[in-house]
């Protein structure tokens, strides 16, 4: 990576997406990373962070992905350099079941910020969710929610708790076998969010290619660094498909869905139809 970056022009990047190995032993593909002390790892993240910053524009968000064994030293070198904004936390529904501690199902996200000038489009990310107790005003209208032939639904804005999002498996257009794939609907709202069309995008830890997918896709200019030649094909095979099929999963009509309400919508309207 930091051969390829000393070739890239000064402040070009609008939207940094980072979602470095976490500090954990693990293997991707024929590259190790072996976990080290949490002191060494902040080492390392500062070491090749710092060669970054004069790719981004002052107007520049981050988003930085690690777990909770990482983002102590995360959270240390990000403040730093940046304006530390919120840490999203998404529930990652996936897992190992744990005897003697409580389940690891949850990862975060540092959002963080050049400056006080930045973009966030908060209309853009906006979630659609069921209404489990639909209340109505004394004249009998709807408060804060719409009433449908397919079920009642809120608009709400987005929170920095995430429980709408589905890691990819074998069934989903978008699954690869990389073992620490990124859902393209978490991508969706980080770029819906914080870039505009002419926004340029850049992910230095590019893996299979869900940063560049998903910019394509939403019309961002984009740009990402792979080491690994086989997920480096299968971003450049993912894009390809891209270009045929602009979906993402649990997105439509401009609002993010909740787990699984979409299928279930679609799946009422097609049994109405027939």
Not at 142 to 161: A, E, V, Y
Not at 185 to 210: E, I, Q, Y
């Amino acid at each position: 990576m930091e051969a390829a970056i000393a070739h890239l022009p000064n402040a070009f990047v609008d939207l940094l997406f980072l979602d470095p190995p976490y500090n954990l032993t693990k293997t991707f593909n024929q590259r190790q990373f072996t976990r080290k002390s949490l002191d060494e790892y902040e080492q390392w993240f500062e070491g090749w962070l710092s060669q970054l910053l004069r790719l981004l524009k002052p107007t520049a968000s981050v988003y930085i992905c690690g777990d909770w064994q990482s983002s102590a030293a995360i959270y240390r070198v990000a403040s730093q350099y940046f304006k530390v904004r919120t840490r999203i936390t998404w529930e990652r529904e996936k897992g190992r079941g744990a005897k003697t501690n409580w389940k690891n199902c949850a990862e975060d996200i540092w959002f963080c910020t050049c400056s006080n000038q930045y973009t966030f489009n908060v209309e853009a990310v906006k979630l659609k969710r069921r209404v489990i107790a639909p209340y109505r005003t004394a004249n009998g209208v709807p408060k804060d929610w719409q009433k449908s032939d397919r079920g009642n639904f809120r608009i709400t804005h987005p929170s920095n708790l995430w429980t709408d999002i589905s890691v990819p498996f074998w069934s989903m257009p978008e699954n690869t076998d990389h073992p620490t794939q990124t859902p393209e609907k978490l991508l969706a709202k980080l770029l819906l969010a914080s870039s505009d069309r002419h926004s340029v995008v850049f992910d230095p830890f590019l893996g299979s290619g869900t940063t560049a997918v998903v910019a394509k896709k939403l019309g961002r200019p984009f740009l990402g660094i792979e080491v690994d030649q086989h997920y480096a094909c299968l971003a450049v095979k993912r894009l390809d498909l891209a270009a045929q099929n602009g979906a993402i999963q649990g997105y439509s009509g401009g609002y993010f869905w909740e787990r699984n309400t979409l299928a279930q919508q679609q799946c009422k309207a097609f049994q109405n139809s027939n």
